[in-house]
């Protein structure tokens, strides 16, 4: 059964300050995907992950993918409050066009002015 | 429509109740997911289609737990009898085979059974 694990569950940090959320996951896996979540709202996709060794920014955000160690992060430069939420990674395992998505635990973060 | 649309956007059912909770898709997305998220957690895969056909429903918790999309496009997930574990969001997700960006989600239906 694939498990797939976030660290840390729970991250307060200072603006300015930068930071890494980590994605552990146990099988080998198509896609990876980073999601935010503000409180009361749906899912808004960040990043698709597609291939080891892949890299991708959108602003403050960055994320990457080794598929050989299974772990994706979720690095965070000089935060600032707008990027409070609750972000998700999420693991695709397509079987013979059966797919779907295994998330993770989420990482709730604060940002304190 | 331009995204996914679900609804109700909130369900409040006594124990006991029958409950159907709808999800539109993004028009011509083949595959069509419902996940369950409980207060505090990921959301947890139920059951995907893939046009009418419901290829995976794994995730079902039990036979209480019933979902259908009979012409390939509007999915209804209906809770019979339903319990206070119940109590969730409950999400819908639709993609096209050939979209490399994956997935698009509603804005869910939060279910609370009192």
């Known amino acids: 059964e694939l498990k797939v694990e976030q660290n840390p569950l729970f991250l307060s940090m200072q603006e300015g300050k930068n930071y890494t959320i980590y994605c552990n996951y146990s099988t080998t896996s198509d896609r990876l995907y980073w999601y935010r979540q503000d409180p009361g709202k749906s899912l808004e996709s960040l990043f698709v992950?597609?291939?080891?060794?892949a890299v991708k920014q959108e602003g403050r955000l960055m994320a990457s993918l080794d598929t050989k160690a299974r772990l994706s992060t979720l690095h965070i430069t000089a935060a600032v409050h707008d990027l409070s939420a609750t972000y998700f990674c999420?693991?695709?395992?397509?079987?013979?066009?059966?797919?779907?998505?295994?998330f993770g635990t989420g990482t709730r973060l604060t940002i304190i002015p | 429509g331009a995204g996914v649309s679900q609804s109700p956007r909130y369900k409040v059912a006594k124990r006991g109740q029958d409950v159907a909770l709808r999800c539109d898709p993004i028009?011509?997305?083949?595959?069509l997911f419902w996940y369950q998220q409980a207060l505090g957690q990921g959301p947890e895969f139920l059951t995907y289609?893939?046009?009418?056909?419901?290829?995976?429903k794994s995730g079902l918790p039990s036979d209480r737990f019933f979902a259908e999309r009979p012409e390939g496009s509007v999915s209804t997930l209906k809770i019979q009898r339903t319990q206070q574990e119940d109590s969730a969001v409950y999400l819908c997700?639709?993609?096209?085979?050939?979209?490399?960006?994956?997935?698009?989600f509603g804005s869910g239906t939060r279910l609370t059974v009192v």
């Open positions: 028009s011509g997305h083949v595959s």
């Open positions: 289609f893939q046009n009418e056909a419901q290829l995976d």
């Open positions: 997700a639709s993609s096209s085979l050939t979209d490399n960006y994956g997935y698009t």
């Open positions: 992950l597609l291939s080891n060794g």
């Open positions: 999420a693991v695709e395992v397509s079987n013979f066009g059966n797919e779907k998505l295994t």
